[in-house]
């Protein structure tokens, strides 16, 4: 259960990284300070459910795409956080494509990075714990 915690903090600090960066970096890309939560966990619930499901139908129906599935999957999520109001918004097609990969590139290091540092780290502690104990 801790660990599922500690992969939920991981996963919405990178989903807040990663559209800040969005926002800051890309024209056409604005985040609200008002929204910003908001479009954060849409953004993040968005992505834990459409990754599984985008990789599933991209497995059986089109195998060629599997390498692209979180790109895609980040693309679905964001557009979905834009249709909430007063938090994302994204303008332009440069916008739009440029965007998940943005998007995508953070999440994605930023998991494998925060993950080392803190899962890892706090795993390795407990089972030192554990064999004390």
């Known amino acids: ?11 919405l600090v ?5 559209l800040l960066l969005a926002a800051w970096l890309i024209d056409g890309v604005h985040l609200s300070a008002s929204g910003l939560i908001t479009a954060v966990a849409v ?36 557009w979905i956080a834009s249709l909430f109001p ?6 332009g097609v440069v916008a739009w494509v440029v ?11 930023g998991g494998w990075i925060l993950g080392i540092f803190i899962i890892d780290r706090w795993w390795t502690k ?3 714990r554990a064999k004390l104990a």
Do not use: C, K
Request: hydrophobic share 65%; net charge positive.
């Open 1 to 11: 259960m801790i660990r599922f915690l500690l992969r939920t903090a991981i996963n």
């Open 14 to 18: 990178d989903a807040l990284i990663a």
């Open 43 to 78: 953004f993040t619930v968005a992505q834990a459910i459409l990754a599984p499901f985008v990789f599933n139908m991209a497995r059986q129906y089109a195998t060629a795409v599997l390498g692209g599935i979180g790109i895609v999957s980040t693309l679905l999520a964001l």
């Open 86 to 91: 007063g938090g994302l918004r994204i303008d």
């Open 99 to 109: 965007a998940p990969l943005l998007v995508w590139i953070v999440t994605a290091l």
């Open 126 to 128: 407990r089972q030192a």
